[in-house]
């Protein structure tokens, strides 16, 4: 049907537009957000586009729910607009016969962001929060780069050491450097490797030396040494066993219905029932008068949908704290945007307006016609 289609390829243009924009824009905020995290050292540096990636890949149901609504919303307004609204009307195409072609190019969309929401979202947070554990909690011996001083992850000692690759765990000619609040040591050794014992990470050095000093009374000892331990981290836990509910599937969250379990379950289904939402609000929103222009309405759907997204988030919090349910929020939050957006399209499909609510003026000077 012509109808359908023309409408179809509008829609899939303005799509494909919003997306790749949406994308390029969060891509470079992320990158900006990731090489930040590097410079600290709180990620790998070789890891940064791998990072960025899982990142907006995680983002992409938002990206994609918004691209979906802005095309939505720009391929309506430029049809009032242009007047070709007006046309589709004369033919017999009220506003309720657009529900069905807009439906029909979202249903893929949607699928592929229920799969997003569901699947995608917790994996691509698993693999960040892995790669970025994997990072910090590597040794001090494994951070360093060969001949290079370099601070340590806690800040109180400095290390240099001479290796093959800044990967391996034993190293030749090993230099420590640290300093608490009484005593001062610098240690030298021709090897070190790194062990663990239970769950404490140790750094033993083998042919060696160490130069204490105490800060308090000057006293300064020196001790040469075959063999010598030193605690480098207490109680390492491994990476496997932080997870917090953005990393837990949706599967396991159904499992354990805690608070914290149920709101980020309502987050990710809500994102479902927002997209389809938008649809609805995209159609009762796209309504333009040729004379104003499509601006207006373009920043009030941004609004609403910031609006909307922020409710939803909202709620988590709100269901997380044990405020209110999940199942009576989603019926409160989704049902009531499904019914606002209903009536509202119900009112514009019989061309009603609120300037019917204003009383007719009287005939002015009491003359009767």
């Not at 960025?52 to 095309?71: E, K, N, P, Y």
């Not at 004369?90 to 699947?119: D, T």
């Not at 970025?132 to 000692?157: C, H, K, L, T």
């Not at 009531?336 to 061309?351: D, E």
Request: aromatic share 10%; net charge positive.
């Amino acid at each position: 049907m012509l109808f359908h289609s023309s409408l179809r390829k509008d829609l899939a243009r303005n799509f494909g537009a919003a997306l790749v924009i949406l994308v390029t824009i969060v891509m470079t905020i992320i990158l900006i957000r990731t090489l930040g995290q590097a410079s600290r050292g709180s990620v790998n540096p070789s890891e940064v586009m791998l990072i960025m990636g899982f990142h907006v890949l995680g983002q992409m149901t938002t990206i994609i729910t918004l691209s979906l609504f802005i095309a939505c919303v720009a391929t309506l307004s430029r049809m009032y607009s242009e007047s070709e609204m007006v046309i589709w009307f004369g033919s017999g195409q009220g506003l309720a016969q657009f529900i069905s072609p807009l439906f029909r190019f979202a249903w893929p969309i949607l699928l592929v962001i229920a799969l997003l929401a569901l699947i995608v979202w917790p994996w691509s947070n698993q693999q960040v929060q892995d790669l970025r554990q994997r990072y910090e909690e590597r040794n001090d011996v494994e951070r360093i780069a060969p001949g290079q001083f370099q601070e340590s992850a806690g800040g109180n000692r400095v290390f240099f050491i001479d290796k093959d690759s800044p990967g391996e765990r034993t190293g030749n000619n090993v230099f420590v450097a640290s300093r608490d609040a009484q005593t001062e040591s610098v240690t030298t050794a021709s090897r070190g490797r790194v062990e663990f014992v239970g769950n404490d990470r140790f750094l033993f050095l083998e042919n060696g030396q160490q130069w204490l000093s105490r800060l308090d009374t000057g006293e300064t000892r020196l001790t040469q040494f075959d063999r010598y331990q030193l605690l480098i981290d207490a109680n390492v836990v491994s990476a496997a066993s932080v997870r917090n509910t953005r990393q837990t599937y949706t599967w396991q969250l159904l499992e354990q219905p805690t608070p914290a379990n149920l709101a980020e379950l309502s987050w990710r289904v809500g994102l479902l029932f927002t997209a389809i939402n938008m649809v609805l609000l995209a159609l009762a929103l796209s309504a333009v008068n040729p004379r104003v222009g499509r601006s207006y309405h373009l920043v009030l759907a941004l609004f609403v949908f910031v609006a909307y997204y922020n409710l939803l988030t909202l709620g988590q919090s709100w269901i997380s704290s044990g405020r209110m349910g999940a199942l009576p929020y989603m019926l409160l939050l989704h049902g009531g945007v499904l019914a606002l957006a209903l009536v509202w399209l119900r009112l514009r499909h019989i061309n009603w307006s609120w300037r019917y609510l204003i009383p007719a003026a009287a005939p002015a000077n009491g003359v009767n016609r």
